[in-house]
């Protein structure tokens, strides 16, 4: 089994949501959260304003701590053919300055202030549902119900 612990930020202002257009290799695309891969010996935290500067342009702050989401992508569905868990830790992101803008040399094609009400509608990883779901509920636990993946939903 493969593993990744990644860190991910929910920036919510006004109604919108900031998602990032996640191009992969194949082509496929899809909506996600702006983060990724937490790196040998580094802090999460620092982990997830990282990934927005890197994917979005943007400087941003943590405001507080939502929650973590684990689940295991069985081999059938996962990218590589070999089962994976992907342990995500979600952060209530604020940006605080920058121009968004493509991710140099990397797979974010682009970055968007999305209405809440509009994601539904959109193919997106299920990292967006979970983020948003934390960010609605606020659970003391930090975990919310895994969310299932078919139609719109990828992992």
Request: proline share 5%; glycine share 10%.
């Amino acid at each position: 089994m493969s593993f990744r612990l990644a860190a991910y930020a929910v920036c919510i202002e006004e109604g919108r949501v900031l998602l990032a257009r996640y191009v992969a290799p194949t082509g496929d695309m899809n909506w996600t959260l702006p983060g990724g891969r937490v790196e040998h010996a580094e802090d999460p935290f620092d982990a997830v304003v990282r990934e927005v500067a890197e994917e979005t342009g943007c400087v941003s702050v943590v405001e507080r701590l939502l929650g973590v989401d684990s689940r295991v992508i069985p081999a059938a569905e996962a990218r590589m053919g070999i089962e994976h868990q992907n342990v995500g830790i979600f952060y209530q992101v604020r940006i605080t300055d920058g121009v968004l803008r493509p991710e140099a040399n990397g797979e974010t094609a682009e970055s968007v202030w999305t209405s809440i009400s509009d994601v539904a509608g959109l193919c997106r990883s299920s990292l967006v549902d979970v983020g948003l779901a934390l960010a609605r509920t606020l659970p003391a636990t930090g975990h919310v119900s895994p969310v299932a993946v078919g139609g719109l939903i990828r992992h």
